[in-house]
């Protein structure tokens, strides 16, 4: 066990590494002249020269490779001149609305997800599992920024119901978190559908009933316990999709996270305010990724990695 | 680090990254033709993107106007029906442009990327997943962890970052879009060729002095071929998704030319005075999106009677 965290806490050190040169070379390599990139348009020559020498520029690259990890460790992930603030701080004040955004679509996928996908397996080809798995087809398909303007168009401009842009209470969470849940709702009910079934198939689990349980005790206990295991992994990747659907969505609603920041940011070409957002939200799924795996050893005392 | 990754990325049961069962034996043509009624999905599928694509390579025929060139007369045309006339049954755009023509120029510039990125994700994470898993050992470890690094970013994140900087020519986006694919293609190749290499049959070649490169494209790969089919036809539909998200954001093809995501954009605008504008789009993208999903579902079901259910 112990050694088996060891060995995950080594991976995902090893994948934050991997990411941070992956940063690096986008931002510092690929564009010719970065220091140009990095300063508002229009800055003069000295302050170029001068960000040059700070971000040791002119060093060869593994040099300015080891100077970049050595800010990114004492949080000093450059200027934002949009803000003319520290870019971490400027990031760092939008999160809790991404937070805020992203756990509500995570609670509405989940509920949304399973409840669908328990539905549709146990009353297997009936007309619930026929609805549940058009829906489920359906939310995969229809790109979240139309279904974010169709919501909208309908419930906003239409009906006149719910708000449609910006962050004043709750009222204003509604719509953004149902398009942002759309997709990863539809896949967790379909993966909740084939792993119910999967289980349902078991020797356990007719054992469980021909021992007189009842049905409630068998699908809730037996079955959806032993179907959790896939699902939670899924969901732990849905961190990812829903931190990039978060990009979207924000930018559909109006909503003042981080999404909308990092598009705001690159067109007014603030890419230390870019780099900030990539390294953070990276950082935030390998995160919760190495959470859910040790998660599985609590849900399934059997996974006993060694 | 093992070489199996047990790492944060590794789906065990999302049915597409299974190894599948080897090939059966070419069906005859009536069988496969059975088989294919047994799964209506792949015709339906594969008969919504057919339609789609020959509509939008056919699009000079289908349609007379112009996508690109503004006529302020028309400024909002609602569509044919609902107060418009039937020389633009799609209505007009916010410049007077016919919406119709705009959709079927901007599909042919969405579908041409999307088949690029797919092509060049499904190419670059084949390769990487039978090096991986033929070669195992550093190379493998190398591969696998690039993958991890790779899945650990949100790829609407990376691809905005990547074209910010490189820019938005076709070649870049092609590149982005499939950047966010190769690896679900390296993972279950690499996986696949696990179990395969310890089959008979490859001993066999080996046995009968294949090369090792021989043994692997003739003997392996093609037994790899199902999933790769399965997954790139429903990475097809992502990749629709992400360009038109790109353009959606105004950081994927640019304006003038007409792209899907590109009019959502400029139709969210008017959307209390002429719905249509972002309404339209849209549902191209859905229309295209859910054809290539429901082919890649029937293909899962119709190539591997182990998955799904």
Partial sequence: MRRYLLHRLAQSALTLVGMSILVFVILRVLPGDPAKMLLPEGAPESAVQELNRQLGLREPLHVQYVLFVRSVFRGDFGQSFQYRAPALAVVVERLPATIQLTLCAMALTVVGGVA???????????????????????????????????????????????????????????????????????????????????????????????????????????VLRNATIPVLTILGLQIGTLLGGAVITESVFAWPGMGKLVVDAIFFRDFPVVQTVLILSATIFVGINLLVDVLYTVIDPRIRYG | MGATASGPVEVPAAAPASPAAPLAVPASRPAAAARLRRHPLVLVGG???????????????????????PSFGQRLRPPWGLGGSAARPLGADNLGRDILARL??????????????????????????????????????????????????????????????????????VGVLALSGWVLHARTVRANVLTIRQLEYVEAAAALGASRVRTVFRHVLP??????LVIASSQFATMVLLESGLSFLGLGVQPPRPSWGGMLAEGRDYLSSAWWLATMPGAAISLVVLGANLLGDGLRDLLDPHLGR
Avoid: C
Wanted: aromatic share 8%.
């Fill in chain 2, 47 to 69: 008969a919504i993107l057919l339609a789609v694509v020959l509509a939008s390579a056919l699009a000079p025929l289908l349609t007379g106007a112009d996508p690109v060139r």
């Fill in chain 1, 116 to 222: 669908i996908g328990i539905v549709a397996a146990v009353r297997r080809g009936s007309r619930y599992d026929y609805a549940g798995t058009a829906l489920a087809v359906l939310g995969q398909s229809l790109p979240s920024f139309w279904l974010g303007i169709m919501l909208i168009l309908f419930f906003g401009v239409t009906l006149r119901w719910l708000p449609t842009s910006g962050f004043q209470g709750w009222t204003y969470l509604i719509l953004p978190s149902v398009t942002l849940a759309a997709y990863p709702t539809a896949l967790v009910a379909r993966l909740t559908r084939s792993s119910m079934l999967e289980i349902l198939s078991r020797e356990y689990v007719r054992t469980g009933r021909a021992k007189g349980l009842a049905e409630r005790a068998v699908i809730l206990r037996h």
């Fill in chain 2, 223 to 228: 037994n790899t071929l199902a999933p790769i």
């Fill in chain 2, 104 to 173: 079927l120029y901007g599909g042919r510039v969405s579908l041409a990327l999307a088949t690029s990125a797919v092509v060049l994700a499904t190419g670059a994470g084949v390769l990487a997943g039978l090096l991986a898993g033929w070669l195992g050992g550093r190379v493998d470890d190398l591969v696998m962890r690039i993958a991890d690094v790779q899945l650990a970013f949100p790829v609407i994140m990376l691809a905005i970052a990547i074209v910010a900087v490189v820019g938005t020519s076709p070649i870049a986006l």
